[in-house]
């Protein structure tokens, strides 16, 4: 008896080890490329940094300046404009349209392989794509304005427009990826709950927030989170589409943008572009926080 505890736990312990090797590289590459950074961040935003070396210790410094600096208060309130117009739009619409390609319909595949095609498409393509889209002069949303009698918008020139521009084109991007997840957790959901409700006399309207929306808020909050910190660290759509010389590129920044123009296009300032991507980083941490804080109060368990 003794022999075969010692067998299994033997067996245990080898697959174990196995098990361990396999995991290895994932947990090296997370602590080389990501973990290991972040330290080395927190360790910069203390420091006055030149092009190379570490630099010179000054504390809280970069910390203070930041509190008086007026573009990182204008790419602060750009961030939380962001993924307050941005999370909503992301999440509503991605719901809607996986209920709606839930159904059964004529050409059912033919709209989903369409609106696959933006989750597949890198952000480099899609913001230059918007940004000839968005042109003021030979864009195709100013050349339709006109013939329907509209003047032309500089769509991103305009300081007051930029930032609406920005984030519609992101929220659509991001739209396509968020409807498949819903639309895959809808599938999971069980039909007799739907069956139930059509005997009980429910109507469509009272089937789809009284069971399909309960049913689905695990999923709504998982995409709630992820569509947050996705939005919060935009920053590829600003920088492809909007020029860098007009003043419209300055009233754009996001939190992210301004840490790449201190950290790369002015390495002088790197410990100071450190010093942002920490607010960054408190930043989600603290939304997160809150987000779990809420769940609680929403999210159906089981």
């Not at 050409?107 to 933006?118: D, E, K, M, N, S």
Request: proline share 2%; charged share 15%.
């Amino acid at each position: 008896m003794k022999r075969d505890v010692y067998r299994v736990n033997r067996k245990d312990k080898q697959e174990m080890l196995v098990a361990y090797c396999c995991i290895l590289p994932m947990f090296l590459g997370l602590f080389i490329f990501y973990i290991l950074p972040f330290f080395e961040n927190v360790f910069f935003s203390f420091r006055k940094m030149g092009t190379f070396g570490n630099g010179v210790f000054i504390g809280l410094e970069n910390y203070r300046k930041l509190l008086q600096d007026e573009v990182f208060w204008i790419a602060f309130k750009n961030t939380i404009f962001y993924a307050i117009v941005g999370v909503p739009i992301v999440l509503f619409a991605s719901v809607f349209l996986a209920n709606l390609l839930n159904k059964e319909m004529r050409g059912r595949t033919v709209y989903r392989t369409l609106l696959y095609i933006p989750a597949i498409t890198i952000p480099a393509a899609i913001g230059i794509l918007w940004r000839w889209i968005l042109n003021y002069q030979y864009g195709v949303l100013n050349y339709l304005l006109e013939k329907i009698g509209l003047s032309r918008q500089a769509w991103l020139g305009d300081v007051n427009l930029v930032r609406w521009s920005i984030i519609l084109v992101c929220a659509w991007s991001m739209i396509s990826t968020y409807t498949i997840i819903m639309l895959a957790a809808l599938q999971g959901i069980n039909r007799e709950y739907y069956e139930a409700g059509k005997i009980d006399g429910a109507s469509n309207g009272q089937l789809f927030f009284h069971i399909t929306l309960p049913m689905l808020s695990p999923m709504i909050f998982f995409s709630f989170i992820m569509i947050t910190i996705g939005i919060l660290q935009i920053f590829d759509f600003i920088y492809l589409m909007v020029d860098r010389k007009s003043l419209a590129y300055q009233y754009s920044y996001s939190l992210v943008t301004y840490f790449y123009e201190c950290a790369f296009t002015k390495s002088s300032m790197r410990g100071y572009g450190a010093a942002i991507s920490v607010v960054l980083a408190l930043l989600i941490l603290f939304v997160t926080i809150i987000q779990m804080l809420v769940k609680k109060y929403w999210v159906k368990e089981g």
